[in-house]
């Protein structure tokens, strides 16, 4: 039951509201429609966890628009750092500022003692390019193994090495060197086997993977902590200490894609503490800016250290107001505890979710952790057929009573329930009986 009590959420109009529409009949004029579906609102401004449109609707958000905003739209800490360090600099390029200096500095604070480098970019695509650029270039090889269901990106090594259809299909040929192996998708498992009787089987077949694929030019592996775009798939208990024990046995790099991960999402700064993994390199994005765009590669200092000067460079990447933003975010980050309330609020909202899973026929697997689940609707249960139309309707259902979701998955049929990391008990309670209304008006 919920424990909410003033309400948040207010949506005033049919979606899409007058300007609104008016927005997006402007918009398809004159810029290219391309991008995924979302519901029919126009963002006008946010803070915490409720965005405004411009229609003055107010909505609960679970995408953080694309868990980016860790924590919180617009929080007053970040935008004074943001507008501080704009007013004196804006860019330039890979001369020296000092803000660059402090955001290195906090961020290898933070990081686990065996990452004791960082690097400076701009978007989660280019750590990943850069990081696959590092794997070769510190091996002399061009191999890489990655994952089905993977998504690093949509630039071509970053593509090349994820395991979706999507952002390769028509783009070929893509680079030379992937060898790809299955993720433990444990729901869709594609070996048709029982997580607790399988003792990992996906483990054992990148062996058959590597001998029938490879040229002998290993360099290393890429895999994220959770797959993210393929719908919030999360790997058993010990796959991944077992994964870096296979990897050190062949003396293969080790590259952490925690793009999406990281800043408390799992309900720790970083999902690789959890396990205590120890990855050469690591992939970190979205929420280190928490919106001003901003990314960055973690590394071993021997491993990054084999970059020469002049061999990685970014136009945007440490430029002084993405740093101010991301010291910023470190900042906040330990100061309100926000990993743990990641974790607090995300064991509530997990167990009302479960409980909508026992009621609801569509509800087929509800899984994750800290602030980060999927909610995968299928036709029916027994079948588990995917329901990507259900899932177009509830993004549309769910606006329309003031709770804004978005979704991913192989089949598209997965909800993100990934808000902001500063969501009280009251919001998230709120923001679950929206969505229990929203299941049921299916």
Not at 66 to 78: F, M, Q, S
Not at 180 to 203: D, G, I, N, Q, S
Not at 293 to 319: C, F, H, K, W, Y
Request: glycine share 10%; hydrophobic share 40%.
């Amino acid at each position: 039951m919920s424990t909410a009590t003033a309400k948040v959420a207010n949506v005033k109009t049919p979606l899409p509201g007058p300007r609104s529409r008016e927005l997006f009949d402007r918009w398809a004029k004159v810029e290219a429609q391309c991008t995924g579906y979302q519901a029919k609102t126009v963002w006008d401004h946010a803070s915490g966890v409720v965005v405004t449109d411009v229609d003055g609707n107010k909505f609960i958000d679970w995408t953080s628009g694309v868990l980016v905003t860790n924590v919180g739209h617009c929080h007053p800490d970040l935008v004074k750092a943001v507008q501080d360090a704009a007013a004196k600099l804006l860019n330039n390029y890979e001369c020296l500022n000092a803000p660059r200096v402090e955001a290195a500095e906090k961020l290898v604070s933070v990081l686990p003692k065996h990452l004791d480098k960082c690097f400076f970019l701009s978007t989660g695509s280019e750590a990943v390019e850069g990081a696959i650029r590092v794997m070769k270039r510190k091996t002399g090889k061009f191999e890489i193994i990655s994952f089905y269901g993977g998504f690093h990106g949509r630039t071509y090594a970053a593509l090349t090495a994820g395991g979706l259809p999507g952002p390769k299909k028509g783009y070929g040929p893509t680079i030379p060197g992937a060898i790809r192996v299955p993720f433990p998708y444990c729901y869709r498992c594609p070996f048709k086997a029982k997580p607790e009787t399988c003792e990992m089987l996906c483990l054992d077949y990148i062996d058959d993977a590597v001998r029938a694929n490879s040229t002998g030019s290993l360099a290393g592996l890429i895999v994220e902590a959770y797959l993210g775009a393929a719908g919030f798939i999360f790997a058993p208990d010990g796959w991944f200490p077992r994964l870096e024990q296979w990897l050190r046995a062949r003396g293969l790099l080790y590259t952490l894609d925690e793009v999406q991960s990281s800043f408390g999402r799992t309900g720790k700064f970083f999902a690789m503490e959890r396990e205590g993994l120890t990855p050469d390199l690591v992939c970190i994005g979205k929420g280190i800016g928490s919106g001003p765009p901003a990314s960055a590669i973690a590394a071993r200092g021997d491993v990054i250290g084999v970059l020469g000067q002049g061999e990685m460079s970014s136009t945007m990447g440490g430029n002084p107001v993405s740093s101010a933003a991301v010291a910023a975010v470190v900042d906040i980050m330990k100061r309100e505890k926000l990993e743990e309330n990641a974790l607090r609020i995300g064991n509530l909202m997990k167990a009302r979710l479960l409980q909508m899973q026992e009621r609801n026929p569509y509800i087929g697997d509800v899984r994750g952790m800290g602030l980060v689940m999927g909610v995968e609707l299928v036709k029916d249960k027994k079948t588990k057929e995917p329901a990507p139309d259900l899932t177009r309707k509830m993004i549309d259902v769910a606006a329309q009573h003031g709770l804004l979701i978005g979704s991913v998955g192989i089949f598209g049929n997965v909800i993100r329930v990934a808000p902001p990391l500063v969501i009280s008990e009251a919001e998230a309670h709120e923001s679950l009986d929206i969505f229990e209304k929203a299941l049921s008006l299916l």
